[in-house]
């Protein structure tokens, strides 16, 4: 297919955000997301999306806040669900009536 160059005299065409297209606010939002809503969704996609981007040529403040924002809710989350794990193994034992040796 043959392109013809653009009557408009500031298009460049072919610019970083044309290929990422969406990915940069996509990362920005998922980030968000992984904070306030469940990081073990929404964390990957974040950093799924900030990695396109930065693939794509763009590196800017969206997608590095994107990116650390969707590291931060993973990480947060796997730690919650462990605390969980831990304080539904602690009840179970207390409630047993089994002591935890101290070390």
Known sequence: MTQY???D?????GQPEDAAGSAPTLALVF???AIVVFGLIFGPLAIWQANKAK???VNNGMV?????LG???LI????GILFI????CVAVVAEAGLALPLV
């Open 5 to 7: 160059p653009s009557s």
């Open 9 to 13: 005299p500031y298009h460049q065409g």
């Open 31 to 33: 980030g968000i997301l």
């Open 55 to 57: 693939n794509a040529g």
């Open 64 to 68: 590095t806040a994107g990116l650390v």
């Open 71 to 73: 590291w931060i809710g």
């Open 76 to 79: 947060l989350s796997v730690v």
């Open 85 to 88: 794990i831990l304080a539904a």
